[in-house]
């Protein structure tokens, strides 16, 4: 026992002496690698795999890369290592649903690195809360496929095969991913490639940005993703397998086209062409897209983020780590790149958002006002001959007003005897309708609503995009959505009783009588236009309604003053904390485009990017990040129908992906300078001709606008207009749900009326039409979280 002890002592007594010596130092030769996740935030993982990389030293990765071991759940694996554009990229598969833990060890150091993943379905949601039921499913209509038959059960609905006959339960819309491949036809046409692997004799080829050219041939696949439809395009070539991933025509480059529209939800939408965008396809570009990421489909772009994230997150797994990603998208496709930058700052590197607004939300404000002000001009005060000059119009709604179009109801308005213009506004052709569906929870529609099962469930939804987006506004102690419209202080025609446009008295009355929405929960049915025909009218003038009148609080007396609406300030505080609000946090290069449409009385209205631009301004100091286009699309002539004709017009847009491609070069060159710093020479503020022609571009062609500058070119050339709310002494980023509110005497002291002095009778008047005061555009929104 002594001559084993002394022995270990030895033992021990070297070991100390080596450990001393320095001839082993584990700490001074472990590698320095840390596992980082690739396609997806950590705690964001859809699906059951996820790509990893390694943080480090470039020259240790490759030397260490072979000796790495990994470890999923206490249970050794064998990854699918690659080689990506900036490193070794790891394909994790067999991640379970919830908490997941992976680490990377060392065959001689042991352990170096752990990861924990929070794993969800594919179906989602992440983060966006419950998901709509009843759900319409398209994948049949649109794409020839029946959904994946969900046999839990209870909170599916019946789906139905071409037959009638029930086919299984389906909760979710899923449907297994599938891959085509097509081609560019030298007629500029899409056609299925030949499954027998000859190459077509109308195949056209394309030049890549590297200058080679291949056969434009194009993979696509398609499948669900957080229950939309989803699709994945890339150049590939004629002979590839469908299970192929091919990225050797790729440039690396990562387009996410946006789309458009209006809609309240409950359906997982269509899918357009878009999806196979030809102009940068044929460059090398990547394309994907999500009917989930078309504002068509819905208007809650909580849950379009989301799907964005997962779409790209499942593109990464796939094909690699783009380059850079960079949007498209025109309308809610632009509002689209300003929120998500906003709310998911890794999401994108660079967008053009086309003929944009900041967001959808803060459009009700001032459209929630349009048929309030038509109301009151073609019936209220229908007497004053004032707003039977279409131009006139403009002081009370802001929008543009001209004759050259004239209102399709003016007869049955002068029949009923309204009063009436020769043209519109720019609230009756653009945004008709638009308030009931965002309000009247008897209104709206699904496309294809007829198909939810079981019969009568869709009448359970309220169709309003207040229902739409219940899980962000909250519901109130009847369990309705809460609202955002509110006009509780708001002078309408401020603007036009300054400039003497209107008197006093027209000012007092417009305000007396204006009234304001009633809660949705009070709302009845549309009449016509909306519902109904023009026989229905002429049977029961009653039914004639394009003002949604019927659901309008209005004077019990014809004196007295009619109800304000007051939205609901938890609904209000929410929209900013959701992010639904574009608050100017813009964290990429934007090149805003615009296509000039006042002149056809368009919704995409021009002030809009004016708006963000301010908005930025008050965000971040300055708007260097945000560059403004625009191209002149006026029509050449008015038909003799009233119709415009259209001219061909150059679109900038994807001269403004090549101007981004530098842009973000520049940055990547230079990361110690911000991205205003990095813009490159022409991405600059510009005006151009219908032909592409420059008109004018520099730093001060936009004067005028946002400052009290002499006009610059452009703002010479493109008249901006503005809204009810800015008439109303509001600012132009138009963000402002629930102004707060200062007394009539402040506002009688304090130059709010300008020149205007009110008589004794007339201050009482305004008091009484404005008992709670009048709004206070120099302070914050209430519903606005402080800092």
């Not at 909250?474 to 400039?499: H, I, K, S």
């Not at 026989?535 to 394009?546: G, H, L, S, W």
């Not at 609406?565 to 938890?570: A, V």
């Not at 600059?684 to 008109?695: F, K, L, P």
Request: negative net charge.
């Amino acid at each position: 026992m002594r001559n084993n002890s002394k022995v270990q002592l030895g033992l021990v007594a070297g070991l100390i002496a080596f450990l001393l010596s320095g001839c082993f130092d584990s700490s001074s030769d472990q590698p320095d690698l840390e596992l980082a996740s690739l396609s997806s935030a950590a705690d964001q993982v859809s699906g059951d795999d996820v790509l990893i990389g390694l943080e480090g030293d470039a020259a240790t990765i490759t030397a260490e890369k072979d000796n790495l071991e990994f470890w999923l759940n206490d249970a050794r694996i064998r990854p699918v290592i690659r080689d990506g554009r900036n490193g070794p990229e790891i394909l994790v598969a067999g991640l379970a649903k919830g908490t997941n833990r992976l680490e990377m060890h060392h065959v001689d150091y042991g352990p170096l690195s752990d990861l924990t993943l929070t794993v969800h379905s594919v179906t989602g949601p992440i983060f966006s809360g419950p998901q709509q039921y009843p759900f319409v499913c398209t994948v049949t209509t649109e794409l020839g496929k029946q959904p994946l038959v969900d046999t839990a059960g209870d909170t599916g609905f019946p789906v139905m095969d071409g037959s009638g006959s029930q086919i299984g339960l389906s909760k979710d819309c899923s449907i297994d991913s599938y891959v085509e491949f097509v081609y560019r036809t030298t007629g500029d046409d899409w056609a299925p490639l030949p499954i027998d692997g000859t190459r077509p004799a109308d195949m056209a080829t394309t030049e890549l940005t590297d200058g080679r050219i291949v056969d434009f041939v194009v993979r696509q696949e398609r499948g669900t993703i957080n229950r939309f439809i989803y699709s994945f395009a890339t150049l590939a070539s004629v002979g590839d397998e469908a299970d192929d991933a091919a990225t050797e025509n790729w440039n690396g480059r990562l387009l996410f086209h946006f789309e458009g529209g209006v809609a309240i939800g409950h359906t997982q939408g269509r899918i357009s062409g878009r999806a196979l965008e030809a102009e940068v396809l044929k460059k090398g570009y990547a394309v994907i897209y999500s009917t989930g990421t078309r504002t068509n489909t819905h208007y809650n772009l909580q849950v379009g983020g989301e799907t964005a994230l997962m779409v790209k997150e499942h593109f990464i797994k796939r094909f690699g780590v783009p380059e850079y990603t960079v949007a498209i998208g025109g309308s809610g496709g632009g509002i689209q790149q300003y929120v998500y930058s906003q709310n998911h700052p890794d999401l994108l590197d660079a967008g053009v958002p086309q003929y944009s607004y900041p967001d959808m939300v803060t459009q009700i404000i001032h459209i929630g006002d349009c048929e309030l002000l038509e109301y009151y001009m073609d019936v209220t005060d229908k007497d004053n001959a004032k707003w039977q000059t279409t131009t006139n119009r403009s002081w009370l709604v802001g929008l543009n007003a001209i004759d050259a179009y004239a209102d399709p109801f003016a007869g049955a308005k002068a029949m009923l005897g309204y009063s009436t213009a020769p043209g519109m506004t720019e609230c009756i052709p653009a945004w008709r309708g638009l308030t009931p569906l965002v309000m009247n929870p008897l209104f709206g529609n699904a496309r294809n609503q007829e198909l939810m099962q079981p019969a009568g469930v869709m009448d359970s939804v309220q169709w309003t995009h207040y229902d739409d987006l219940r899980n962000i506004y909250g519901l109130d102690e009847n369990g309705d959505p809460r609202t955002l419209f509110d006009n509780v202080g708001v002078q309408y025609g401020l603007g036009a009783l300054r400039d003497s446009n209107i008197s006093k008295a027209e000012f007092l009355k417009l305000n007396a009588q204006i009234g304001g929405w009633k809660q949705p929960s009070e709302m009845v049915q549309e009449g016509f236009p909306f519902i109904g025909s023009l026989a229905d009218v002429q049977a029961d003038p009653r039914k004639f309604d394009p003002w949604s009148s019927r659901n309008m609080n209005l004077s019990p007396d014809g004196t007295l003053p009619a109800s304000r609406t007051e939205g609901d300030l938890l609904a209000i505080q929410a929209a900013y904390d959701s992010g639904m609000v574009f608050d100017g946090q813009l964290n990429m290069p934007v090149i805003d485009w615009r296509h000039y449409l006042e002149e056809v009385l368009d919704m995409h209205n021009s002030h809009q990017s004016f708006s963000v631009r301010q908005r930025i301004i008050n965000k971040m100091g300055d708007a260097g990040n945000q560059v403004i286009w625009f191209t002149d699309t006026r029509p050449a002539v008015i038909s003799d129908e009233g119709e415009p004709e259209p001219r061909e017009e150059s679109n900038p847009t994807w001269a403004a992906l090549d101007v981004l491609h530098d842009w973000l070069m520049n940055i990547r060159a230079n990361p110690e300078q911000s991205i205003a710093d990095n813009r490159p020479a022409a991405a600059v503020d510009t005006c151009y001709e219908t032909d592409g022609t420059v008109i004018a571009a520099g730093d001060d062609v936009w004067n005028g606008i946002l400052d009290a500058e002499a006009e610059g070119a452009c703002t010479a050339r493109f008249e901006t207009y503005t809204t009810s709310r800015i008439e109303a002494g509001g600012p132009i980023e138009g963000s402002v749900f629930k102004c707060s509110l200062k007394q009539v005497a402040t506002a009688l002291t304090d130059s709010t009326y300008g020149t205007v002095s009110f008589s004794a009778a007339e201050v009482t008047w305004l008091n009484e039409i404005f008992p709670d005061g009048v709004c206070d555009y120099s302070q914050p929104d209430q519903g606005r979280p402080a800092g």
